[in-house]
């Protein structure tokens, strides 16, 4: 038998091919060595018998004597088997069906040579034996040094065997006779049937010295080959299996033990060479271990590139898992829109890229979707986030647009600086005619770049606040201002009231016209305040505060008085008025409104129709149950309500109708330009006709002058309020105003006259 060290110069190419592919995995060798043996790699469960198959006369490596079967491969297998917890059963047969058994799956396992030609057809595990072969021939044939020498010549091989397959490939092919084992061959030889054989030297030399035939080895050894199981191609897993026991088999010693048993069938019993013998034993042992680190490091580096090859699955998956996380922290799930801080790092980007010069000015447009919460309370969460979804399908629909979704309806665009109001009547058209039912009213606020600040953090924070003063003063859409910003004048109003005992607060009236009758019929309460430091402080600045800060009741409770009061005057005076009271949404839901009026009545012996209330659209639709039951309560009492500003709000007439209302009062930016803007006069006569199918008297407010009080009238208006008629008036003008109209009947065409 021959040895020799796999991975040395003079081994398989394709063998050192491989180890030259795995030497760049050595660094992580050693390390991974630790991993490997500390946890099983293969959680594969074994049948309880595995098929192995061999030849009948093998020797030493598998034959059958006395129906035994035997041989170094059969106990190799049995061990191995046992390590991985099966049983090794054996079959031997002829060597050609044995190979078509193995291909057929009738055997799971044969040990052979390892081949290129071969591994096309079987798995193989690691080589556990490293042997060669030899020319065999009678003493009296003619000498032959190589295999070259064979051509012409007739040579005996075993069907199916290695050397079989090697001269199948060879381009000179000598003359063969086809053997079903080794011992065939040799016998052919024997008998003259062949002048040579070609065999396994381990087997060959074995069964001469078995038989006592006195062939002779012709020529050094060649074709060392490595020998392994060689596993069905479709049981990768036995193949796994088998590979992992031999590896334990060899880490833990067994196979080193069964080597020993066997060593002296394994080694060479003769040489042509005499010094041979005492040569090989030497380094038979050297080379023995050898094959022991070869068949460990085979072993390892077998699972080192398994556990490479896990490695980097779970590499994978865990890069895959990392995209998904990054994705969740970035993106909304429901819109799949940036998140607020992506968004932010996204834009600070191009801010940096893009310092100077500015070639583009860009624009951050926050855009809310203002009756989302109505939407949830009115028709459920479902509805409002196919709204939320709609109106994200049409932002994702806008040129050079980077959109982010900052929860609870409001979005932010990041946009070439445009006209907003233009955007939004785009967006609001295309919502219209595509999801009809999910229309939805927004407002905006707009931060410019580089304008209102050069940080995304910074523009964001002012695109925020122009949002929030446009929601508070019920507009639209605005662009930031720095006066939105909280002034020190803010604060000391705010603190005024805070201290209490306020100074300079009184009512202002403006009477209100009956267009059907002619006749004043009501006015409205507006409050004023001459601050003795601040001076006149305009209700726009002041009430919006007050109404933030939770503090606007001390302002409503004293209007409600002050109303009272002058229409139980005015009534005395016989000259019914009913005085509407602005009411904000915090009294209508902390306030006990109803007390408050109550107190009022008895305090200035008022009736209900004294006074009624004003309440705007948002101020209903901000907690609608508790709304619905304050005014129920009221116009219990006899006390109506109006709902201010109508057409400036979100909320439809079909909604507004749901609550106890007696009025509708058109907002006067609809009004004061009816007459120029045709679309606003058609929303003011819709609003008319709408109102009057629910029953409820309409106030158009705003109205400037005469002509449009006529096209009031023709339209069908009930009641107008405006500068034509008066101005909020100071009490005394106000009673004055009261008394000098209160025998004549209003002259509608006088003021087509004036
Ligand atoms: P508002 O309730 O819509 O009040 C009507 C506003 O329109 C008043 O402004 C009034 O002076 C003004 N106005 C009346 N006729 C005309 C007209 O023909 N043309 C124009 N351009 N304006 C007209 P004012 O008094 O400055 O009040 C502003 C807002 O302040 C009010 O709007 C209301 O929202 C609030 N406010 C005023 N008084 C009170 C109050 O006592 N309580 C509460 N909560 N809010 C009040
Ligand atoms: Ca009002
Ligand atoms: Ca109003």
Redesign the pocket.
């Known amino acids: 038998m021959y040895l020799s060290y796999p991975f040395s110069a003079g081994s398989d190419p394709c063998l050192r091919a491989r180890n030259n592919a795995g030497r760049y995995r050595c660094a992580c060798f050693f390390v991974l060595l630790c991993l490997l043996l500390a946890r099983p790699v293969y959680a594969y469960e074994p049948p309880a018998h595995i098929l192995f198959g061999g030849d009948l006369a093998y020797p030493p490596l598998e034959w059958m004597e006395q129906n035994q079967i035997m041989g170094f491969n059969v106990d190799l297998a049995r061990v191995v088997a046992r390590i991985g917890g099966s049983k090794a059963v054996h079959r031997l047969g002829s060597w050609p069906e044995t190979m078509r058994a193995l291909e057929e799956g009738r055997l799971d396992v044969v040990p052979m040579y390892y081949s290129q030609e071969r591994s096309r057809h079987f798995i193989f595990t690691q080589p556990y034996l490293y042997s060669s072969h030899a020319i065999y021939a009678l003493p009296t044939a003619a000498r032959v040094s190589s295999i070259r020498d064979l051509v012409n010549k007739t040579v005996a091989v075993e069907e199916q065997s290695f050397a079989h397959q090697q001269f199948q490939g060879a381009a000179l092919e000598p003359d063969l006779v086809l053997t079903a084992n080794t011992l065939l061959a040799l016998e052919a030889v024997l008998q003259g049937k062949a002048h040579y054989a070609v065999l396994a030297s381990l087997a060959a030399d074995n069964l001469l010295r078995q038989q006592h035939w006195e062939l002779t080895r012709m020529g050094p050894p060649f074709w060392s080959r490595g020998y392994a199981f060689a596993v069905n191609k479709n049981q990768p897993e036995v193949a796994q299996w088998l590979e992992d026991s031999l590896g334990m088999a060899i880490a833990n010693g067994s196979y080193q033990a069964l080597y020993q048993k066997w060593q002296s069938d394994l080694e060479p019993v003769r040489a042509d060479n005499r010094w041979l013998p005492f040569f090989f034993t030497g380094f038979a042992v050297l080379l023995a271990a050898l094959l022991f680190g070869a068949s460990w490091y085979w072993s390892l580096k077998r699972r080192v590139e398994q556990r490479t090859r896990e490695l980097s699955a779970a590499l994978a998956q865990r890069e895959i898992a990392e995209q998904e996380l990054r994705r969740a922290i970035n993106f909304d799930a429901q819109t799949g829109l940036a998140k607020l801080p992506y968004f932010i790092e996204q834009l600070d980007d191009y801010f940096h890229a893009n310092q100077r010069p500015v070639k583009q000015e860009k624009e951050i447009l926050v855009i809310k979707l203002v009756d989302l919460d109505v939407i949830v309370r009115t028709f459920g969460f479902t509805r409002a986030e196919m709204v939320v979804s709609a109106f994200t399908t049409h932002l994702l629909k806008l040129d050079n647009t980077l959109a982010a979704y900052l929860g609870r309806g409001v979005f932010a665009l990041f946009i070439n600086k445009c006209n907003a109001l233009e955007l939004f009547e785009r967006l609001s058209s295309a919502m219209a005619v595509s999801d009809p039912g999910l229309n939805s009213q927004f407002v905006g606020g707009s931060a410019y770049w580089p304008e209102h600040g050069r940080s995304a953090g910074k523009l964001m924070r002012h695109a925020e606040t122009a949002l929030a003063m446009s929601e508070l003063r019920r507009r639209r859409w605005l662009a930031y201002e720095a006066a939105m910003e909280p002034s020190r004048v803010d604060l000391d109003i705010i603190s005024i009231f805070i201290d209490g005992n306020v100074q300079g607060i009184y009512?202002?009236f403006?009477p209100q016209l009956d267009l059907r009758t002619g006749k004043i019929v009501s006015a409205?309460?507006?409050?004023?305040w001459q601050h003795p430091r601040l001076g006149l402080v305009?209700?726009?600045v002041f009430?919006p505060l007050l109404?933030n800060a939770g503090l606007?009741e001390q302002?409503?409770a004293q209007?409600i008085d002050e109303a009272v009061r002058v229409a139980v005057l005015l009534r005395k005076r016989d000259l019914p008025c009913c005085i509407s009271?602005?009411?904000?949404a915090y009294?209508l839901i902390e306030s006990n409104l109803a007390d408050i009026i109550s107190q009022a009545l008895v305090r200035y012996q008022g009736v209900p129709g004294d006074i009624k209330l004003?309440l705007?659209e948002t101020s209903v639709a901000s907690d609608p149950q508790r709304v619905k039951k304050v005014l129920t309560q009221l116009s219990e009492l006899g006390i109506y309500a109006s709902v201010?500003?109508f057409g400036t709000g979100y909320s439809s007439l079909s909604y507004l109708s749901l609550f106890p209302i007696r009025e509708l009062?058109i907002?006067?930016s609809f009004v004061?330009d009816m007459l120029g803007n045709p679309r606003n006069h058609s929303i003011v006569r819709s609003t008319i006709l709408m109102a009057r199918e629910l029953g409820l008297v309409t106030i158009a407010?705003?109205?400037?002058d005469d002509q449009t009080l006529q096209i009031l009238k023709k339209d069908g208006c009930d009641i107008a309020?405006?500068?034509?008629i008066a101005?909020?008036l100071p009490e005394a003008e106000f009673i004055e105003f009261m008394r000098a109209h209160a025998a004549e009947v209003f002259d509608i065409s006088q003021f087509m006259k004036g």
Do not use: C, F, S, W
Request: proline share 10%; hydrophobic share 30%.
């Open positions: 009512p202002v403006q409205e309460v507006l409050v004023r305009p209700p726009n009430i109404e606007i302002v409503t209007m009271v602005n009411i904000a009294d004003e705007t201010d500003d009062k907002d006067r004061g407010e705003g109205v400037e309020q405006g500068y034509v101005r909020p």
